[in-house]
């Protein structure tokens, strides 16, 4: 896909699993704000919508973002920490906006770790027609002259499915492989910004999938959750061995990326960031 390279993204964490600041509320889930700048224009993405609104709408005010300025919403898939707040958002916004998501982010989803519970989008797909205009694709759907979803990520590499994580097919639950999942490409001059929700795909495929859709190597960015938090230290180290090798500019990982996976690519990569609750990262 071809895609024009901006002059500069900054990229606002509204909701994350953190917080050092006082002030603003931290729950488990992901919001993010992508503004692009290209010549005279900026595209502004929100990316995910967290999980609650007592959260997002707390920290929208102070972070002193004008909800009707956004020109598109990407869900990175179907999990309720990704979506809650998402009806109430587009209840703000005076106008019928895009909104990008996978056909398969309705699908009932479950988790299965102490307990067996309902995790997926906590309303329905004609909720979200009538609020917003929804386009469901399985291939990139490019939203900016400088972005694009990736659609469905091939998986050649290291991935980060779990088995606790399931979905109802023919009324039996089976282990989900989370087609839904998917990340935003920016293109920039000196290469891409990958802006993932939770990277269940895996972030390395990610990446690599990203690499091949826009036939550019250079990355520079790498953001969101890489949902390493269930892994052993020998796979992340083995992330850590691939990201090393591809040296980005920034590398931000959060939400479900685990403590440990942190730590580990903190005390090794130059360009580790943290991004939590109320941070702003500008490329």
Not at 20 to 29: C, D, Q, R, T
Not at 68 to 86: C, F, N, P, R
Not at 123 to 132: A, P, V
Not at 208 to 234: A, M, Y
Request: aromatic share 6%.
């Amino acid at each position: 896909m071809e895609l024009e390279p901006a002059d500069e993204v900054t990229i606002t964490a509204i909701v994350e699993n953190t917080s050092n600041k006082p002030g603003f509320y931290a729950e488990h889930g992901l919001s993010m704000l992508i503004e692009i700048i290209l010549e005279d224009n900026t595209t502004k993405i929100l990316m995910d919508a967290g999980q609650s609104t007592f959260a997002f709408f707390n920290n929208v005010q102070r972070l002193k973002i004008d909800l009707t300025e956004i020109d598109a919403i990407v869900i990175s898939h179907g999990h309720y920490d990704h979506t809650g707040a998402l009806l109430d958002i587009l209840r703000k916004i005076p106008k019928k906006i895009p909104i990008i998501g996978h056909p398969n982010m309705f699908d009932k989803k479950y988790s299965k770790h102490a307990r067996l519970r309902y995790i997926g989008v906590p309303f329905s797909k004609d909720d979200l027609q009538h609020t917003g205009i929804l386009t469901l694709s399985e291939t990139p759907v490019k939203i900016a002259p400088s972005a694009c979803t990736t659609g469905e990520i091939n998986r050649t590499s290291i991935s980060s499915l779990s088995n606790k994580l399931l979905t109802k097919k023919n009324d039996m639950l089976v282990k989900d492989e989370l087609l839904d999942d998917q990340a935003l490409i920016v293109n920039m001059k000196e290469g891409l910004v990958i802006i993932a929700g939770c990277a269940h795909s895996g972030i390395v495929n990610t990446i690599f999938h990203s690499q091949k859709l826009t036939n550019r190597e250079e990355i520079i960015g790498v953001i969101g959750g890489f949902h390493l938090v269930e892994s052993d230290p020998e796979t992340i180290k083995a992330v850590l061995e691939i990201l090393n090798a591809l040296n980005p500019t920034v590398l931000a990982p959060c939400h479900c990326t685990g403590f440990l996976a942190q730590k580990i690519f903190s005390d090794n990569l130059e360009g580790f960031k943290l991004f939590n609750t109320g941070t702003i990262l500008k490329l």
